[in-house]
């Protein structure tokens, strides 16, 4: 009996992998491996339509390719979640940095596309590296508004607003005025929820409203689909209809997996307009679907971030999930046509190894820094209010 004694674990003694279960927001994963699973449904539904449109011999190209980058992706969320704060911290700056330097890399010799220069070839992959730098930069402004917090004293928006204006700067170069948006949008919230003074956010709202003018008068293609947008008969608006046309002919139940005809008439049905092939084949209730989940993640993820103690978690935990929910209502909205048409993925769910590993990069790090952690104090699961508010 004292030998069974002595080779009995306490209870308290939990490995490695389920001591991360444990500590994890087991939601907010299950809701991402939904979506991942998901998109790799929709990818096999959207990639026999799009290797034939664009010549390549096997129809499953894109959907093997997507199993290989929502594998990667998983990895990638897990790797990041076993970070503390301070090491999330510490990989958002090494993230940015990367980017930034592949950015200034890509205006001189990256690939072009499509009339924009923003991605690098690697091989027989493309990589976009604002993907990555967009979850960085609100993990790093979280911080410093968080020290602003701690200390009044600390220059926090200046320098918040110089690590903001470099990319945005490198974006509009591209020029990627969609991902622009995007950025600033999340960037913003973060900025609000700080506590920043209105005369900061007054200056912030003018710049925005001034440079949304200048970006319309110095870019055709901005110009063209806004105007497309308010008057449909004057601009070239193809691809909304189609998606529309896909979403209508969906009904409720779907025409049936591998049953959409639509499809085959939309350039990117496989990536910025993959809900719609998704509407078409399975109807209302996929469709639906998709809303609630990206809603539940969001809702989610604020509610966790709400009962963080420390002040940057809870910035930089709010800001990362606002980010999934800005950029997956825009492609929602463009693909209903309620905005001008853009080029923004849906998150895991589109096919793309950039907009996957953007995803998880943001997944990973928001889980990271929700762990629960020794001695942290989230009075007793209550939430403890907006920073700021």
């Given at each position: 009996m004292a030998m069974l004694a002595s080779v009995r674990l306490p209870r308290a003694e939990f490995s490695f992998i389920s001591d991360w279960w444990r500590t994890i927001d087991r939601p907010v994963v299950l809701i991402a491996a939904v979506l991942m699973t998901m998109g790799l449904v929709f990818s096999f539904a959207s990639s026999g339509a799009a290797t034939g449109r664009l010549g390549f011999n096997n129809e499953y190209f894109f959907v093997l390719r997507q199993a290989m980058f929502v594998t990667i992706g998983a990895c990638v969320v897990v790797a990041l979640s076993f970070l503390s704060p301070t090491g999330a911290r510490r990989a958002a700056a090494l993230f940015y940095l990367l980017a930034i330097a592949l950015m200034i890399y890509i205006l001189m010799f990256g690939h072009e596309a499509k009339g924009a220069?923003?991605?690098?070839?690697?091989?027989?992959?493309?990589?976009?590296?604002?993907?990555?730098?967009?979850?960085?930069?609100?993990?790093?402004?979280?911080?410093?508004?968080?020290?602003?917090?701690?200390?009044?004293?600390?220059?926090?928006?200046?320098?918040?607003?110089?690590?903001?204006?470099?990319?945005?700067?490198?974006?509009?170069?591209?020029?990627?005025?969609?991902?622009?948006?995007?950025?600033?949008?999340?960037?913003?919230?973060?900025?609000?929820?700080?506590?920043?003074?209105?005369?900061?956010?007054?200056?912030?709202?003018?710049?925005?409203?001034?440079?949304?003018?200048?970006?319309?008068?110095?870019?055709?293609?901005?110009?063209k689909r806004v105007q497309g947008f308010l008057n449909p008969e004057a601009g070239e608006t193809y691809q909304t209809d189609r998606a529309l046309d896909a979403i209508a002919a969906g009904?409720?139940?779907?025409?049936?997996?591998?049953?959409?005809?639509?499809?085959?008439?939309?350039?990117?049905?496989?990536?910025?307009?993959?809900?719609?092939?998704?509407?078409?084949?399975?109807?209302?209730?996929?469709?639906?679907?998709?809303?609630?989940?990206?809603?539940?993640?969001?809702?989610?993820?604020l509610l966790i971030a709400n009962r963080q103690s420390e002040n940057f978690p809870q910035l930089a935990a709010t800001g990362l999930f606002a980010l999934i929910g800005y950029q997956a209502a825009i492609n929602l909205a463009v693909n209903l046509n309620l905005m001008p048409a853009k080029g923004m993925t849906l998150p895991f769910i589109s096919y793309g190894g950039s907009s996957i590993l953007g995803s998880a990069v943001t997944i990973g790090l928001a889980l990271a820094l929700t762990r629960k952690r020794p001695g942290q104090d989230l009075r007793n699961g209550k939430a403890t209010g907006w920073v700021g508010w």
């Open positions: 220069q923003r991605w690098l070839r690697i091989g027989g992959f493309s990589f976009q590296p604002s993907e990555i730098l967009k979850p960085s930069l609100i993990v790093l402004a979280a911080w410093l508004f968080s020290k602003r917090m701690e200390n009044p004293s600390f220059p926090a928006a200046r320098i918040g607003m110089a690590l903001y204006v470099l990319p945005v700067a490198l974006l509009i170069a591209q020029p990627d005025i969609g991902q622009t948006g995007l950025l600033t949008m999340a960037f913003l919230t973060v900025f609000l929820i700080s506590g920043m003074s209105w005369v900061w956010i007054a200056a912030f709202a003018g710049a925005a409203v001034v440079g949304g003018g200048v970006l319309y008068f110095a870019f055709e293609h901005v110009q009904d409720f139940l779907g025409r049936g997996p591998g049953e959409g005809e639509i499809k085959h008439f939309l350039p990117d049905a496989h990536t910025d307009f993959i809900y719609s092939v998704a509407a078409e084949e399975f109807g209302l209730i996929a469709s639906v679907g998709l809303v609630v989940l990206f809603c539940s993640l969001v809702v989610r993820g």
